[in-house]
């Protein structure tokens, strides 16, 4: 399916080589354990991890890396032949299994033991400026690090066979091999053999370690391997779940580049950890979204999606007359499965055009786009640890070990619960509501205390900050976090963007200016949403834009699909429905049947404002490269600038308000951020529970 070329297979032919002689050093000191103390050593990777800390610490202490080298080997080879010697020698002649259950307990305790006195992200060992360059056979690329190694076990090895060959103490090792007892009755000392025997076997695990550069090389070399690959696929699912099988890759780079910049904490190894940190979000929307919007006249998926609109709407009557059929709920469910199946074979049918590789994040760009009170908050996941990068108009700051991402989870999971108290509104608690909201503003400002404390200091003169949030803090409701004297609404604009580069897309790409508004409000199941439409239309009417509103059996698709096109505000209130089992056929639901994610993908919208006034509209899928399937990515698709999306059920009444105050300001001339930042803020003084006025989110930039 995919053309490599031949210098890409000789050059990973050649790092194969390299890697199988790090191996070879390896299975070599175990071989040397196994044949003299018939011990199987679980614990030999566990020396070799040694070895690699004994070489960072001596060429730290030194600054030589032929001294480093050599130390790892006598330093793992003393602390080898003191463990056979304390441990493992009482051992012998005993239960086979006690030297095995040794070993794995060694291999459980000693990185434990390295984790306390080092930390939890790996050291990082240069290699000499001799072994940076590279060596051309042809167009074939060769690390001189890489040959290095090479070179070096083929050293290695003929050493050893000659010590095993012709050396006395060798010829006594391999004679204790094969019959320990005829050694010892010529007056061996047969234990210290077995003792030096260990000794050399761990040295020489702890030779084959040490190689982060050249882990550096082997990580690039598959990602670009995977990148044009991945550039070939067509479609976004193929896409989406070629990246979720190689996000290893991907996470070692960024691992790397983190020691790096611990290492030297300058301007390009912080760029280089923010690229790599956004290397993974959100490629396939990336893509889409420099693609442009993809003309459709696929009949055969026409013909499914109005077969979807009839299924939909027979459900609906049966559900209102109290009794569902699961058989047409099936029906519904392998509809929806043969359309994705078509389009997905269609996609695979049409020829795939070499495509530019994607030359990731434009940094300078993004700053070029900030103002001098603009920020850009890139949060990131490595183990356990949050981690952000903050991008201002001077410069990029990294900021590691935030929280512990579990703690983080748990927070936030307090917090919802919270949250969740308001989920029918808010007269069915009134009584407590004002016990509910102090609850609700402590587990917040634990939250606070968490992912923004730590990086208040790089923030606090941003008016506006546009969050780029981890995977699995994509719901978080940044607005609502607490510290202690406001929340963060009332000290920020804020707005979300699934990358940094979809980001930047955003902040070039504003919306145009407000003043055609099509609503469409479904008032046969939620009766407030006619009235709402009909009131923003009229707030538009009243200004010198031009507001249209169709409500109840008139808010339908046909209706969206004939004006969406020329409206500047897109207005949609009615029923919503996220699907976590097929992101892709979360809906909004008008009076004709549902505007599912994967039709309004297919909307020729102008970039504007999207504002979708119903429940969960914000909620997304979530697979690997954190590619945020659900209908704010689909609007995004569509063509609109921002989407003003909901996180959680929005209260009815309250909602009114809100978008009277949200459109008010928009009328205004303020931009989209503005707007929503000041009716929140008005909100919270007479509805101070967070459930009530931070459920809106904005989506795509300012």
Same mark, same amino acid.
């Not at 434990?112 to 290699?127: E, R, S």
């Not at 050893?160 to 010829?171: A, I, P, Q, T, V």
């Not at 699995?472 to 510290?483: S, T």
């Given at each position: 399916?995919? #053309?490599?070329?031949?210098?890409?297979?000789?050059?990973?032919?050649?790092?194969?080589? /390299?890697?199988?002689?790090?191996?070879?050093?390896?299975?070599?000191?175990?071989?040397?354990?196994?044949?003299?103390?018939?011990?199987?050593?679980? /614990? *030999?990777?566990?020396? /070799?991890?040694?070895?690699?800390?004994?070489?960072?610490?001596?060429?730290?202490?030194?600054?030589?890396?032929?001294?480093?080298?050599?130390?790892?080997?006598?330093?793992?080879?003393?602390?080898?032949?003191?463990?056979?010697? &304390?441990?493992?020698?009482?051992?012998?002649?005993?239960?086979?299994?006690?030297?095995?259950?040794?070993?794995?307990?060694?291999?459980?305790?000693?990185?434990?033991?390295?984790?306390?006195?080092?930390?939890?992200?790996?050291?990082?060992?240069?290699?000499?400026?001799?072994?940076?360059?590279?060596?051309?056979?042809?167009?074939?690329?060769?690390?001189?690090?890489?040959?290095?190694?090479?070179?070096?076990?083929?050293?290695?090895?003929?050493?050893?066979?000659?010590?095993?060959?012709?050396?006395?103490?060798?010829?006594?090792?391999?004679?204790?091999?094969? $019959?320990?007892?005829?050694?010892?009755?010529?007056?061996?000392?047969?234990?210290?053999?077995?003792?030096?025997?260990?000794? =050399?076997?761990?040295?020489?695990?702890?030779?084959?370690?040490?190689?982060?550069?050249?882990?550096?090389?082997?990580?690039?070399?598959?990602?670009?391997?995977?990148?044009?690959?991945?550039?070939?696929?067509?479609?976004?699912?193929?896409?989406?779940?070629?990246?979720? +099988?190689?996000?290893?890759?991907?996470?070692?780079?960024?691992?790397?580049?983190?020691?790096?910049?611990?290492?030297?904490?300058?301007?390009?190894?912080?760029?280089?950890?923010? +690229?790599?940190?956004?290397?993974?979000?959100?490629?396939?929307?990336?893509?889409?979204?420099?693609?442009?919007?993809?003309?459709?006249? $696929?009949?055969?998926?026409e013909a499914q999606r109005a077969s979807l609109q009839w299924l939909h709407r027979r459900l609906q009557r049966q559900a209102d007359e109290g009794e569902v059929s699961a058989?047409?709920?099936?029906?519904?469910?392998?509809? #929806?499965?043969?359309?994705?199946?078509?389009?997905?074979?269609?996609?695979?049918?049409?020829?795939?055009?070499?495509?530019?590789? &994607?030359?990731?994040?434009?940094?300078?760009?993004?700053?070029?786009?900030?103002?001098?009170?603009?920020?850009?908050?890139?949060?990131?996941?490595?183990? $356990?640890?949050?981690?952000?990068?903050?991008?201002?108009?001077?410069?990029?700051?990294?900021?590691?070990?935030?929280?512990?991402?579990?703690?983080?989870?748990?927070?936030?999971?307090?917090? %919802?619960?919270?949250?969740?108290?308001?989920?029918?509104?808010?007269?069915?608690?009134?009584?407590?509501? /004002?016990?509910?909201?102090?609850?609700? +503003?402590?587990? =917040?400002?634990?939250?606070?205390?968490?992912?923004?404390?730590?990086?208040?200091?790089?923030?606090?003169?941003?008016?506006?900050? &546009?969050?780029?949030?981890?995977?699995?803090?994509?719901?978080?409701?940044?607005?609502?976090?607490? $510290?202690?004297?406001?929340?963060?609404?009332?000290? *920020?604009?804020?707005?979300?963007?699934?990358?940094?580069?979809?980001? =930047?897309?955003?902040?070039?790409?504003?919306?145009?200016?407000?003043?055609?508004?099509?609503?469409l409000g479904e008032s046969s199941r939620l009766h407030h949403a006619g009235d709402e439409a009909m009131a923003v239309a009229a707030l538009f009417n009243q200004g010198l834009?031009?507001?249209?509103?169709?409500?109840?059996?008139?808010?339908?698709?046909?209706?969206?699909?004939?004006?969406?096109?020329?409206?500047?505000?897109?207005?949609?209130?009615?029923?919503?429905?996220?699907?976590?089992?097929?992101?892709?056929?979360?809906?909004?639901?008008? *009076?004709?049947?549902?505007?599912?994610? #994967?039709?309004?993908?297919?909307?020729?919208?102008?970039?504007?404002?999207?504002?979708?006034?119903?429940?969960?509209?914000?909620?997304?899928?979530?697979?690997?490269?954190?590619?945020?399937?659900?209908?704010?990515?689909?609007?995004?698709?569509?063509?609109?600038? %921002?989407?003003?999306?909901?996180?959680?059920?929005?209260?009815?009444?309250?909602?009114?308000?809100?978008?009277?105050?949200?459109?008010?300001?928009?009328?205004?001339?303020?931009?989209?951020?503005?707007?929503?930042?000041?009716?929140?803020?008005?909100?919270?003084?007479?509805?101070?529970?967070?459930?009530?006025?931070?459920?809106?989110?904005?989506?795509?930039?300012?």
């Open positions: 399916m995919f #053309e490599i070329p031949w210098n890409v297979i000789a050059m990973q032919f050649f790092f194969g080589i /390299a890697l199988g002689c790090i191996f070879v050093l390896l299975s070599s000191g175990m071989s040397i354990i196994f044949g003299l103390l018939d011990v199987v050593n679980f /614990a *030999h990777g566990t020396f /070799a991890m040694l070895g690699a800390y004994a070489v960072f610490v001596v060429i730290s202490l030194s600054g030589s890396f032929v001294v480093g080298l050599v130390s790892a080997v006598v330093i793992v080879g003393i602390i080898g032949m003191i463990v056979e010697f &304390l441990f493992l020698k009482p051992l012998y002649g005993k239960d086979p299994l006690l030297p095995l259950l040794l070993t794995f307990g060694l291999s459980v305790a000693i990185p434990d033991l390295i984790k306390i006195i080092f930390g939890l992200i790996g050291k990082p060992v240069n290699y000499p400026e001799a072994l940076s360059g590279t060596l051309m056979l042809g167009s074939v690329i060769i690390p001189g690090y890489r040959l290095f190694i090479i070179l070096f076990t083929l050293v290695a090895l003929i050493s050893l066979w000659l010590f095993l060959k012709r050396s006395d103490l060798g010829m006594i090792i391999r004679a204790s091999t094969r $019959d320990s007892l005829m050694v010892q009755t010529l007056g061996i000392n047969v234990s210290r053999i077995w003792t030096f025997g260990f000794g =050399l076997g761990v040295g020489l695990a702890a030779l084959a370690e040490g190689d982060l550069p050249a882990a550096d090389e082997a990580l690039q070399a598959a990602v670009a391997q995977f990148e044009s690959q991945w550039q070939l696929l067509p479609g976004d699912e193929l896409r989406g779940a070629f990246i979720a +099988q190689h996000l290893a890759p991907y996470q070692g780079l960024l691992a790397l580049a983190l020691q790096a910049h611990q290492r030297q904490p300058d301007a390009h190894t912080a760029a280089q950890v923010l +690229q790599r940190l956004d290397a993974l979000r959100a490629r396939a929307l990336v893509e889409r979204l420099r693609q442009g919007q993809a003309s459709s006249n $696929d009949e055969a998926a058989s047409l709920v099936e029906t519904l469910h392998e509809t #929806e499965r043969q359309l994705l199946e078509h389009t997905r074979r269609q996609r695979l049918a049409t020829p795939v055009a070499a495509a530019p590789a &994607l030359a990731g994040l434009d940094l300078s760009a993004l700053q070029a786009a900030l103002g001098e009170h603009d920020a850009v908050l890139v949060q990131g996941r490595l183990g $356990d640890g949050l981690l952000a990068c903050v991008v201002r108009r001077g410069g990029v700051q990294v900021v590691r070990g935030i929280a512990s991402f579990d703690a983080v989870l748990a927070a936030w999971r307090l917090a %919802r619960f919270q949250l969740d108290a308001l989920r029918h509104g808010a007269a069915p608690v009134q009584a407590h509501l /004002a016990t509910l909201s102090r609850r609700a +503003q402590q587990r =917040l400002q634990q939250l606070h205390a968490l992912v923004w404390a730590p990086l208040a200091g790089l923030l606090d003169d941003a008016h506006r900050v &546009l969050v780029v949030p981890a995977e699995g803090l994509a719901g978080l409701p940044f607005a609502a976090l607490h $510290d202690g004297l406001c929340y963060l609404a009332q000290r *920020h604009q804020l707005a979300e963007a699934p990358s940094a580069q979809v980001a =930047l897309r955003g902040l070039q790409r504003a919306p145009v200016p407000a003043r055609c508004l099509l609503a834009g031009l507001g249209q509103a169709y409500v109840g059996d008139q808010a339908t698709l046909a209706h969206l699909l004939q004006h969406a096109g020329s409206a500047d505000v897109l207005h949609l209130a009615c029923h919503a429905q996220f699907r976590s089992d097929n992101p892709m056929f979360s809906a909004l639901h008008l *009076h004709d049947g549902p505007l599912t994610a #994967e039709r309004a993908e297919g909307l020729a919208l102008r970039p504007g404002v999207v504002v979708l006034s119903a429940c969960e509209t914000g909620l997304a899928g979530q697979s690997g490269g954190d590619e945020q399937v659900g209908l704010v990515r689909a609007f995004l698709v569509a063509g609109a600038a %921002r989407v003003l999306a909901s996180l959680w059920p929005v209260d009815d009444a309250v909602t009114a308000r809100f978008m009277a105050h949200f459109y008010g300001a928009l009328q205004q001339g303020l931009s989209p951020a503005q707007a929503l930042g000041d009716a929140q803020t008005a909100l919270m003084v007479q509805h101070p529970h967070p459930a009530l006025w931070a459920g809106f989110v904005l989506f795509g930039g300012w």
